[in-house]
């Protein structure tokens, strides 16, 4: 699996699991904002972004995460989830409690069934009707047609082929304390399924403004979320390296 880290080297490590399609090195974005607060940021390309051969699993990409630590020597991480890579970021969360100090849900898709309800966004609806006949050759022409690149529609395909599978393996009972940020009017990400997703954790809670929603975090150059949620890391005393 590929990682890519920004920011302080020396600073807190903060996993960034990146929204549907993107690879870790995408996360060039927060670099001056994470080496100006003090955090570590490392930024995870889940496998079948480059593997276009691998299975696709939330156990896959957490094994890996879980390696990259072990292998780096990090004992403490807090960990963020955007858009897409939100269940992906509860599942490490769950699974690996005992290194993870606190859990950051942006913008993140909630439980499947109520997302599939509630989205409105025309892409995604397009989207899920392809998914629903999985037409592979059609999805993937589909998103090429957005402008994704193949690795990119491929690994959009196979992270919806998680996302909209079985949830079993989150451990939603072990996470720790799961923060919340989230739009109201989110047409990508309807806070109706990540409401219902709180009310499965032992411990949240929601933030609401319009910066935590896909527009606003689209619109707001200044990264005002990404501040609030790095500072507040910090603040709190950071994690063991």
Not at 47 to 61: Q, R, V
Not at 101 to 113: E, H, I, K, Q
Request: net charge negative; with cysteine.
């Amino acid at each position: 699996m590929q990682v890519h880290e920004f920011g302080d080297s020396q600073g807190v490590p903060v996993i960034f699991f990146m929204g549907t399609p993107q690879k870790g090195e995408s996360g060039h974005e927060f670099s001056e904002l994470a080496s100006k607060v003090g955090i570590r940021l490392i930024c995870p390309t889940r496998p079948w972004y480059d593997e276009l051969d691998l299975a696709p699993s939330f156990e896959k990409c957490s094994e890996k995460t879980s390696e990259y630590l072990q292998n780096n020597e990090i004992r403490k991480c807090h960990v963020i989830g955007g858009s897409g890579g939100g269940p992906f970021a509860l599942h490490f969360s769950s699974v690996y409690s005992e290194v993870v100090d606190s859990c950051y849900l942006l913008a993140s898709m909630g439980t499947p069934s109520i997302f599939v309800e509630k989205v409105k966004s025309p892409p995604t609806l397009e989207l899920l009707e392809l998914l629903q006949n999985n037409n592979y050759k059609s999805t993937i022409d589909y998103l090429m047609s957005l402008g994704l690149s193949k690795d990119l529609a491929h690994g959009a395909w196979s992270d919806f082929k998680v996302l909209l599978g079985s949830w079993e393996s989150i451990e939603f009972q072990n996470s720790p304390i799961v923060y919340i940020h989230h739009g109201e009017e989110d047409e990508n990400a309807p806070i109706e399924s990540i409401r219902d997703l709180a009310g499965k954790l032992p411990s949240s809670e929601i933030r609401v403004s319009f910066q935590a929603s896909h527009m606003g975090l689209a619109e707001d150059e200044e990264l005002s979320e990404f501040n609030l949620i790095f500072n507040e890391i910090v603040a709190r005393g950071g994690a063991g390296r």
